[in-house]
């Protein structure tokens, strides 16, 4: 069974830095492309980021872009979202997912097949 653990949410004022974490557990994780979503209460789960198998290629929404960054390491199973000069409006809980298709930019949460538990991120003004 899959499991995926996000870690590293909190709060923080408007313009910090937050570094989101998601351990993966399995032997194969550098067969799967991955991505962060984040869903505001009351809202749908938007797409955030996502990185392809070997890090080769990442894909942002542009709400987010130039301000995260995310990255992994495959000999750790491990999957980050490097949030800068973070706004009020990025409040919301953050879920990384593993897609099993091909291909990684995928924007629907649909895509994905495997979601961690998910954490808080709050940004106050």
């Known amino acids: 069974q899959v499991q995926l653990v996000e870690s590293g949410g909190g709060l923080v004022q408007a313009g910090g830095s937050l570094r989101l974490s998601c351990a993966v557990s399995?032997?194969?994780?550098?067969?799967?492309?991955m991505g962060w979503f984040r869903q505001a209460p009351g809202k749908e789960r938007d797409f955030v980021a996502a990185?392809?198998?070997?890090?080769?290629?990442?894909y942002y929404a542009d709400s987010v872009k130039g301000r995260f960054t995310i990255s992994r390491d495959n000999a750790k199973n491990t999957v980050w979202l490097q949030m800068n000069s973070l706004k009020p409006e990025d409040t919301a809980v953050y879920y990384c997912?593993?897609?099993?298709?091909?291909?990684?930019?995928?924007?629907?949460?649909?895509?994905?097949?495997?979601w961690g538990q998910g954490t808080q991120v709050t940004v106050s003004s």
């Open positions: 399995g032997r194969t994780f550098g067969y799967y492309s």
């Open positions: 997912a593993r897609r099993d298709g091909a291909g990684f930019a995928y924007i629907s949460h649909r895509e994905y097949n495997y």
């Open positions: 990185i392809s198998r070997t890090s080769g290629s990442t």
